[in-house]
């Protein structure tokens, strides 16, 4: 059985809408839930996450999902729901390409080149 259809169908509809989320993660040192807001992406019937290009380090929560990839999506505009998930970090310059070429179109970015190379980006799989 597919993990979303077991979801409310106000939160699977949702998860289909990009917006405006937390993201618990696990510190990789300390063990304790990490909690950041971070924009939802929802392209082509996937979820993820990317940021702004930083080139000088790794985030944090990169590092976090590393270490231990359960995470937590929690909705906070249409619905209230906290929906476990897995991440992937995603690090091969073809499999970023269209994640990161939908997160430019949607915010009006011209600097793709520099996306795919500076910007995070996991894809997340709701859990069971």
Known sequence: MDPVSSLSEDTRAALAHSQLI????TGRRTGRRRRIEIFLHHDGGQLFNTGMPRADRTRDW???ITADPHV???LKQSVLADVPATARVVTDPEERRPF???????WRRTDVPEM???SPLIVLTVDA
């Open 72 to 74: 937590v999506i929690h």
């Open 116 to 118: 795919l190379a500076h």
């Open 22 to 25: 937390d993201l618990t993660t």
């Open 100 to 106: 990161i070429e939908a997160a430019a179109r949607r």
């Open 62 to 64: 990169i590092h976090n």
